[in-house]
T-cell receptor, first 116, second 111 residues
């Protein structure tokens, strides 16, 4: 079975542009979360979606938004990009609402976003 | 707010040595604690999951312990190998449906 897949793997954008990152969870997993990892830091929580509904939101500005589709894949959108948005964006999937509470969370390889 | 700290930030050991990585968290109200491995520029690989009611978990040469009351976890790696070189992250899962991560321990195993 395929693991969590993210696309694209690398992306370069200019300040002020918009970006869309994509994530496909493990087959059968209904929960998807997004994390931002700045170089040298641990990942920071952005969003969690379960059964197509937002179930958690981290401390990020409204420029960040996400959605989950009927097939449980997810998109993360970032508007008006800033240099500080340059980071590795990670997607995690799990089979339960309490993602990671009673079951393991599995992460993808991430999308490396560079804003110039 | 939950804070997760990992000590040391970096560690260099000769091949074959046993080692311990430390993780501490400030709020004991956690569902579980998960240890991950991250290779440079890559995603996270899950190593061990410890439920809040458990004391330890083992997988191969890895053993993780959890003392929820004191807010501490350790990851023990036996007979280290050069392939173990990576950054090790611990994360606690809390009621707000999110992980809080430490900043990681960068491990280098010297052949």
């Amino acid at each position: 079975d395929a693991g969590v897949t993210q696309s694209p793997t690398h992306l370069i954008k200019t300040r002020g542009q918009h970006v869309t990152l994509r994530c496909s969870p493990i087959s059968g997993h209904k929960s998807v979360s997004w994390y931002q990892q700045v170089l040298g830091q641990g990942p920071q929580f952005i969003f969690q979606y379960y059964e197509k509904e937002e179930r958690g939101r981290g401390n990020f500005p409204d420029r960040f938004s996400a959605r989950q589709f009927p097939n449980y894949s997810s998109e993360l959108n970032v508007n008006a990009l800033l240099l500080g948005d340059s980071a590795l964006y990670l997607c995690a999937s799990s089979s339960s609402l309490r993602q990671g509470a009673w079951t393991e969370a599995f992460f993808g390889q991430g999308t490396r976003l560079t804003v110039v | 707010k939950q804070e997760v700290t990992q000590i040391p930030a970096a560690l260099s050991v000769p091949e074959g040595e046993n080692l311990v990585l430390n993780c501490s968290f400030t709020d004991s109200a956690i569902y579980n604690l998960q240890w991950f491995r991250q290779d440079p520029g890559k995603g996270l690989t899950s190593l061990l999951l410890i439920q809040s009611s458990q004391r330890e978990q083992t997988s191969g040469r890895l053993n993780a312990s959890l003392d929820k009351s004191s807010g501490r976890s350790t990851l023990y790696i036996a007979a280290s190998q050069p392939g173990d070189s990576a950054t090790y992250l611990c994360a606690v899962f809390v009621n707000s449906n999110q992980f809080y991560f430490g900043t990681g321990t960068s491990l280098t195993v010297i052949p």
